[in-house]
């Protein structure tokens, strides 16, 4: 990270706060030169929006069934207004159909000067999410840039806000991807390699979803090095549903707890076939997107793993988890390649989650803010306002 960046970083408070002394309009244009812009502040009143591209670096390639990555590109966002500061990210893996263009360009579309207080939270984010049809991820990066703005104003987190608690909360599980050695077989000693780093941790989810073999070599691997609880995501790798019920049957004797998305998003009927006869819980992860498909969801899988950067962020996250909680189904919270702002974001649901799954921070080696901390491999929050996360 060069001087220039972490300048940004650490001193956006300040420069949020001179906005109210010196000429808004001009310290928000200098800033322009490396930040994006989606309007002008005449005054410090209004709310001003700025962006900045980032990359993250991971520490290992990350491999799931069907692509690998050593980078994942983020855009990171601030709300500044009457000198506080709310930080927001969007994530784009190759996979969302997000690019740091995509993300910038939708962003210098979002106006913030029409409205006149950020409380105005709900008319903010419609409004946000009526400028387009899709970029989920870019709309994310301004709902939690929001949230954590209000939660500053307000002094309090959104945990507390929404009347929810901090004790108690869950481990989040630590995922280790596929590694592969030159002749598409399983590298046994890389998976050792990155079981051994997860041992802080009291829950590993296994990337699968490849052939039988490989992944059957990934569990056994695993289970040699640890027999700490773990959960399965195939990421739609298992096509047929006799062969997935096959493949949970046999995760169930090795310790498996549950299973994401084992077969393709499309296959509802064939989802539904196989959580009748399932002996582990199968959870929508890809077919579980916004609030919208939480219902065409009940009775094919057991419950649903909501992603902020593919419901758009924390607003629509505590609506799924009201309407999922309605039907009885099992609640997840997951992550992309994030830094501590998205994963702070998704740790204020953490008292409402059967399983967690927010290592993305852990997962990157660069990350450039702090926040939510996991302590003995459970979630912590602190009593900090808004999401809780500073940069460092």
């Known amino acids: 990270m060069n001087a220039t960046r972490r300048d940004f970083l650490k001193t956006s408070m300040a420069m949020a706060a001179a906005a ?13 030169k490396k930040t994006g812009q989606s309007q002008k502040a005449s005054s410090s009143e209004k709310m001003v929006l700025t962006f ?48 740091s263009a995509s993300v910038m360009d939708f962003l210098r579309r979002v106006d913030l000067s029409r409205f006149s207080s950020p409380f105005q939270m709900e008319e903010i984010l419609t409004y946000v999410d009526n400028i387009t049809t899709n970029n989920t991820a870019a709309k994310c990066a ?15 987190p959104w945990w507390k806000i929404w009347g929810w608690s901090n004790k108690n909360l ?28 997860t041992l802080d941790y009291n829950l590993i989810k296994v990337k699968l979803g490849n052939t039988g073999e490989n992944d059957k070599t990934m569990i056994n691997t695993i289970r040699e090095v640890t027999n700490l609880p773990i959960v399965v995501d195939a990421n739609q790798g298992w096509k047929e549903k006799g062969y997935a019920l096959s493949m949970i049957e046999w995760l169930a004797a090795r310790g498996v707890e549950m299973v994401e998305q084992p077969m393709p998003k499309l296959l509802l009927d ?38 902020l950067m593919k419901c758009t962020g924390m607003r ?62 459970y979630i912590t929050l602190e009593d900090k306002p808004g999401i809780g996360v500073e940069p460092l």
């Open 20 to 32: 109210a002394l010196a000429n808004p309009a001009k310290l928000f244009a200098s800033g322009t």
């Open 270 to 307: 064939e989802a539904a076939w196989l959580r009748d006869r399932s002996p582990l819980p199968i959870m929508a992860d890809e077919a579980c997107q916004r609030l919208s498909d939480v219902r065409k969801l009940y009775g094919a899988y057991d419950g649903i793993n909501i992603k």
């Open 52 to 99: 900045e591209p980032f990359e993250a670096r991971m520490k290992h390639v990350f491999t799931i069934s069907g692509s690998s990555r050593s980078t994942t590109p983020i855009v990171l966002t601030r709300i500044s207004y009457q000198g506080h500061v709310g930080y927001g990210e969007a994530s784009m893996p190759p996979y969302l159909g997000e690019s």
């Open 142 to 156: 301004v709902d939690i840039a929001l949230h954590d703005l209000c939660g500053k104003l307000m002094g309090q």
């Open 170 to 197: 869950p481990s989040t599980c630590v995922t280790v991807g596929l590694a592969y050695a030159p002749d598409g077989s399983i590298d046994r000693e890389e998976v050792r390699k990155k079981t051994l780093e």
């Open 316 to 377: 629509e996250a505590r609506e799924m988890i009201t309407l999922a909680k309605a039907l009885n189904m099992r609640i997840m919270m997951g992550c992309m390649t994030e830094t501590s702002v998205a994963i702070s974001a998704a740790a204020q649901f953490a008292s409402q989650l059967e399983w967690a799954d927010l290592d993305g921070n852990w997962l990157i080696a660069n990350d450039i803010f702090t926040g939510m901390k996991v302590v003995d491999g």
